[in-house]
């Protein structure tokens, strides 16, 4: 089983800065990844699948990049609303698993 | 828009079994894969497994001794059982739509992937006597 990383537990940026979150797979994978935004008592809202593609309806400021083992969300210009937590995802094939991180906490200064 | 709702009893003892299913309204069930995740009270997301429209599973080998997952086409729904349930289970409980894509070949099979694109709004289920 890969083991997902995420750093750093919690980010504290202000209105319109950058925000750039990690993920780190135990051992090299593809691009397998997916990062999902999590506001408190809501269910989680995917953001980006294949590591850099934006999922429908996400707004440009979101972007993901990278690939195994070592992936980064960046919001290029955070809105009070990107309050939330982050998780990535790896999607393992075979045998067919997936695997959240532990989560970035944002925060607005 | 697919919409999925999920339904099941609040509460459960320990030592029973936990037994949920998720509605899929809106959208087929066919063609794609079926997801359980759950997270417990203040922590992360955890996978539990998912089931195809065909009816083949996968499952979080950390689960996989208590867990089966299965699918009902007729009625456009799935469901998930978890046998001997303890605190620990205590959790919201969500079930998503996985879709996913073919990117290769290696010679194990096709490379795949696939992520959780619409999810339910969850139900919190509580273990206690």
Not at chain 1, 9 to 23: D, H, K, Y
Not at chain 1, 56 to 70: D, H, K, L, N, Q
Not at chain 1, 86 to 106: A, D, L, R
């Amino acid at each position: 089983e890969i083991e997902m990383t995420q750093s750093p537990a919690t980010l504290s940026v202000s209105p319109g800065e950058r925000a750039t979150l990690f993920c780190r797979a135990g051992q090299s994978v593809t691009s397998n990844l997916a990062w999902y935004q999590q506001k408190p008592g809501q269910a989680p809202r995917l953001l980006i699948y294949g590591a850099s593609t934006r999922a429908t309806g996400i707004p440009a400021r979101f972007s993901g990049s990278g690939s195994g083992p070592e992936f980064t969300l960046t919001i290029s210009s955070l809105q009070s609303e990107d309050s939330a937590i982050y998780y990535c995802q790896h999607y393992n094939n075979w045998p067919p698993i997936f695997t959240f991180g532990p989560g970035t906490k944002v925060d607005i200064k | 828009q697919v919409q999925l709702q999920e339904s099941g009893p609040g509460l459960v003892k320990p030592s029973e079994t936990l037994f949920l299913t998720c509605g899929v309204s809106d959208g087929p069930i066919t063609g794609y894969r079926w997801s359980w995740v759950r997270q417990p009270p203040g922590e992360a997301l955890e996978w539990i497994g998912y089931v195809s429209h065909s009816g083949s599973t996968g499952y979080n080998p950390s689960l996989k001794s208590r867990v089966t997952i299965s699918v009902d086409t007729s009625k456009n729904q799935f469901s998930l059982r978890l046998s001997s349930v303890t605190a620990a289970d205590t959790a919201v409980y969500y079930c998503a739509r996985s879709v996913g894509y073919s990117y290769g070949l290696s010679r194990f099979g096709e490379y795949n992937n696939y992520y959780m694109d619409v999810w339910g709004k969850g139900t919190t289920v509580i273990v206690s006597s």
